[in-house]
């Protein structure tokens, strides 16, 4: 009798022996050579049920939000599944061999089977082309793209309320030489780099880390930079006079709320960068819309 | 061309500097973590247990995040960048995250691949009760765990996530009842009196009180290792309380209890009870009681259950505490309310 993952999500208990059935049989498929050691077998298995308890499938009814595993067919759900087991396999048999590493060196390698072992199969590549298959090439796309880099310049700017945290950062990155992002941020802020020396400069740079980090990771921080860009995309010219104006439901297109606008409407005025009070056409003056562009399009 | 070519250069060195700053700041210090492998060996074989390997303080909203995400990457989502970019942001600093990411991705695009030849199902085990007894233990502390990281996830933002939270609870409590191995069913729910006490408006057992008295299920049926395996003695037999009726046996450091069923009744049996307990009305208190809700309580709320009667003058306190359709001589309703019982604490009613 199969399962499904609306099963594992709404009758767990009746559920979970099927899977672990499943499970088990495919972790004694690709332990290879462990594959009747009890505890590398758990290991996988546990391995999964955790993952799948986690992202809130297994045990997780009504309470979490469904996802796109939930949305797979059944056997593009099986075979998620065998592949979860299969990677953690191969982890576990690289950490074994690692383990046996120094006896394994003064031994020959005659293994027969050297073509069904699945660390062979995996040499090359084991994640293929996977995008930001490392942190590094993260940040660097981070770092490149438009929308993501004014994210950054977002939660920068957000510092100005502590001028020390501030400095710190911008004297690391003229010492990084990110010159294109210092200059954005000082044309901005109006404000030139400070050569005087700061004191605890290392706890400011700290503190100034920590709320960086924290902006940056703000779904907040995000909306706000989605409105802004919207802001200089569709506002239109005010009919009779030099300003700009856009309703909010034109902002909210078809992906966001009306009240998520809002809230990335009042961030922009925290930020002196509008003068909006609730309405639902939002005014903007010339120079108010270049700033915008200025600071959050392009640098 | 050459200016061209040069500010081109130029970009990249830039971003390149940015992305090394980056690096820096979104990084989040990795845990001190004990190594999972060894932890889970020694425990493995000492309670024939599966420990967890995940830590219920790994970053929940991000994690539940990946799915979509991927798939939103998997099918070339134009917006992908613009929705995703705080867990972008997270992703880069937290290695733990982003090793999850590479795993579902890899998993992810395997499956939607199309394929002539699936995984058939597995062949095996169909109840709960022949499923391995150490991965329903390994199941409930999962699910105990998760239940932890909402909470927390919960105060954090100031929110009430107590439904998922409890209904995570009363799943674990119902596996945990078809563990047979009491050892292995105590493992299972270690950690259950602690994530509960963290609900909203909850409070933690007050064990260090002198004037407070905390019963736990007397543990009954404990493994010992003997060349390496595991030997239990029979847990089938059903304990008898004085008047041989069907009984949980409860203890508090050297006193001893029960609570015995009478019909649909329990009945709480506390024996050899101090000096300053005597003679007054007692106030008993069940945590996990209104976490699942199998028995109707003497008075309503099983963390105010006020004694019918007070303490006698030989220390004894006989006192019902609600009535239950369970029936403590079927094994898998007892397990159920011995998860029920996990704390009891008795004080004096002032």
Not at chain 1, 8 to 36: I, V
Not at chain 2, 65 to 71: E, I
Not at chain 2, 118 to 130: D, F, H, K, P, V
């Amino acid at each position: 009798m199969p399962f499904t993952a609306h099963d594992l999500r709404y009758q767990t208990e009746h559920s979970y022996p099927l899977l672990y059935a499943y499970l088990h049989r495919n972790a004694q498929r690709y332990l290879g050579a462990l594959k009747y050691d009890a505890f590398e077998v758990d290991t996988v298995i546990g391995h999964v049920v955790e993952q799948l308890v986690r992202l809130g499938l297994l045990g997780g009814g009504s309470q979490t939000p469904l996802t796109a595993l939930d949305r797979l067919t059944d056997a593009q759900f099986y075979t998620f599944l065998s592949r979860s087991v299969r990677n953690k396999a191969i982890d576990r048999l690289r950490k074994r061999h690692l383990q046996v590493n120094a006896v394994a060196e003064l031994e020959t390698n005659d293994d027969e089977n050297a073509d069904n072992d699945p660390l062979h199969s995996t040499v090359e590549s084991l994640w293929g082309t996977t995008p930001f298959a490392t942190p590094e090439e993260l940040t660097l796309h981070l770092a490149s793209q438009n929308h993501l880099r004014a994210v950054l310049r977002h939660c920068i700017l957000a510092l100005s309320a502590a001028p020390n945290q501030l400095q710190a950062i911008l004297q690391e990155l003229q010492e990084m030489g990110a010159d294109t992002l210092l200059q954005s941020i000082q044309t901005e802020l109006q404000l030139p780099l400070s050569h005087e020396p700061v004191m605890h400069l290392s706890q400011h740079k700290d503190h100034a880390h920590k709320k960086l980090r924290y902006c940056l990771q703000q779904q907040s921080s995000n909306l706000t930079v989605i409105v802004a860009l919207r802001l200089t995309i569709y506002t239109k010219t005010a009919t009779g006079s030099n300003n700009y104006t856009v309703d909010i439901q034109t902002l909210a297109q078809h992906d966001l709320t009306e009240d998520m606008v809002r809230k990335g409407l009042d961030e922009l005025v925290i930020a002196g960068l509008l003068d909006w009070h609730g309405e639902t056409i939002v005014h903007l003056t010339a120079v108010q819309l270049k700033r915008l562009g200025r600071f959050y399009k392009e640098e | 061309m050459n200016d061209y070519m040069s500010s081109a250069h130029s970009a990249y060195d830039d971003d390149a500097q940015v992305a090394k700053w980056l690096q820096q700041i979104v990084h989040i210090p990795q845990r001190d973590r004990i190594d999972s492998s060894s932890t889970i060996k020694s425990s493995s074989e000492h309670l024939n247990t599966l420990e967890l390997l995940t830590q219920s303080d790994y970053h929940l909203p991000f994690y539940q995040q990946l799915p979509d995400f991927v798939m939103a990457l998997l099918q070339n989502d134009s917006q992908v960048e613009l929705q995703y970019a705080p867990l972008l942001y997270h992703l880069a600093g937290c290695r733990e995250c982003h090793s999850a990411y590479l795993d579902l991705y890899d998993a992810m695009s395997t499956a939607i691949q199309p394929q002539g030849q699936r995984s058939l199902l597995g062949q095996g085990t169909r109840t709960l009760a022949a499923t391995p007894h150490r991965m329903l233990a390994h199941l409930c502390q999962s699910l105990i765990s998760q239940a932890e990281a909402i909470l927390r996830q919960a105060r954090h933002e100031r929110a009430n996530y107590d439904a998922s939270a409890r209904s995570l609870l009363q799943l674990a409590i119902q596996i945990s009842a078809h563990i047979s191995q009491s050892t292995v069913r105590r493992q299972a729910l270690q950690d259950l009196v602690r994530v509960a006490t963290l609900f909203d408006g909850h409070t933690a057992p007050d064990e260090a009180s002198p004037d407070v008295y905390a019963y736990t299920p007397a543990v009954t049926g404990t493994g010992h290792m003997r060349r390496g395996r595991t030997t239990r003695r029979s847990e089938t037999t059903i304990q008898r309380g004085q008047e041989d009726l069907p009984a949980l046996q409860l203890q508090s450091h050297s006193l001893e209890g029960s609570i015995v069923q009478k019909g649909q009744t329990l009945e709480l049996h506390l024996h050899d009870l101090a000096e300053t307990l005597r003679g007054r009305v007692v106030l008993i208190s069940i945590l996990l009681g209104s976490l699942i809700e199998p028995i109707r309580w003497h008075g309503g709320n099983p963390r105010a259950i006020r004694s019918t009667n007070p303490v006698d003058a030989h220390g004894v306190l006989i006192t019902p505490l609600g009535q239950t359709d369970l029936h403590i001589e079927n094994n898998e309703e007892r397990n159920l309310l011995e998860a029920i019982f996990l704390l009891l604490e008795v004080r004096a009613l002032d």
